[in-house]
């Protein structure tokens, strides 16, 4: 599995709250020749041997399932064939901003490329810390649109229909002269499939130079997958995460804005408790945390509120803008 997207993701307080960026099309009304535009949904080239042989996968097709708006992305496997060769292998889906200018690649090398595909199918996971080190495939995936900082975090709006147990992932890649300088991703299985839901993935290093962003949806963790997922609304937005710090427990409240759902990921299984309130103190939900706590907002009117936390005798309080 590790092989599988190492070479694929080759083949984004209130006074300091986010400031969003709109991806152009990010919302994905606008479709040209079955195409979203300034996105891409497929591969294509031409893999070179004696002679030049074409080569094109879709993955993507607009649907009026939305989450805003008349039109969406639904994303699913394609089979990437070999022409003339007998190679044919059925990949997951790739959503990837960005036009494609195509790829050029030897036949030896594509053939290598979906034999380790195929032979490491259900082994492993990805390592996250081998992200920055992708090089030799990368002319697969198109390349990113242009930024001059790292964003906080990158979100978008899902709906999932997994097969069995399978699993969506959210890859983005900022690079400075064409090396990677900063990566968030996240692997996301557990998804209501009869709604939306607002995904997040959060850099390391926001605010930290770069010249592009590469943002890569994947439909499926493994191949020959028949999972469909439909993917909307898709933003960057820079600084302003709440990462409140309670003695022993670190993690990250995100979301923020936030639009229905809020979540609490703490690096450590110890327990907490939070409270949501609006700015009067009036208390709107609270719980007791160990681990990831989800804590919905879609009910609440827009506007400013606090969430209160506390563990191990200390407590913090995160401003939380809810859109």
């Known amino acids: 599995m590790r092989k599988i997207f190492m070479t694929m993701i080759c083949l984004a307080g209130l006074m ?8 152009t099309n990010g919302d994905f009304e606008l479709w040209s020749y079955g195409k979203p535009v300034g996105w891409t949904v497929g591969l ?26 008349n039109a969406a992305v639904k994303l699913q496997s394609g089979d990437f064939t070999i022409p003339y060769v007998g190679y044919s292998f059925n990949l997951p889906g ?21 034999q380790a595909l195929q032979d490491t199918t259900g082994t492993g996971g990805l390592d996250p810390q081998n992200l920055p080190d992708l090089s030799s495939l990368v002319q697969l995936l198109s390349k990113g649109v242009p930024c001059t900082s790292t964003p906080t975090m990158v979100t978008l709006w899902a709906k999932y229909e997994p ?13 400075q002269g064409g090396m990677v300088t900063d990566y968030a991703y996240e692997v996301f299985s557990d998804l209501n499939p009869n709604e939306y839901e ?31 997922l439909y993917v909307d609304d898709v933003k960057l937005y820079y600084s302003g995460v709440g990462i409140p710090t309670l003695g022993d427990f670190q993690g990250r409240v995100y979301p923020n804005p ?3 759902v809020l979540y609490v990921d703490p690096e450590s299984d110890a327990a907490y408790q939070w409270t ?21 907002t879609a009910s609440y009117t827009p506007g400013l509120y606090l969430l209160n936390m506390s563990g191990n005798g200390q407590s913090s309080t995160s401003k939380i803008l809810i859109r």
């Open 163 to 175: 097969q069995e147990n399978d699993a969506m992932m959210v890859v983005a890649m900022t690079k």
């Open 94 to 114: 790739i959503l990837q901003v960005g036009e494609s200018e195509g790829f050029s690649i030897p036949l030896e090398t594509i053939i290598a490329l979906m």
């Open 258 to 260: 936030v639009l229905d």
């Open 44 to 69: 294509h080239g031409t893999i070179t041997s004696y002679v030049n042989l074409p080569v094109e996968v879709n993955f993507g097709t607009q649907t009026n399932v939305a989450h805003s708006g």
């Open 276 to 296: 949501l309130t609006d700015m009067t103190g009036k208390v709107l939900q609270s719980g007791e945390g160990r681990g990831k706590t989800v804590i919905r």
């Open 198 to 228: 607002q995904l997040s993935v959060s850099f390391e290093n926001p605010g930290a130079s770069c010249d592009s962003i590469m943002i890569i949806v994947l439909s499926s963790t493994t191949l020959n997958s028949s999972s469909v």
């Open 16 to 23: 300091t709250m986010s400031a969003q960026n709109i991806l």
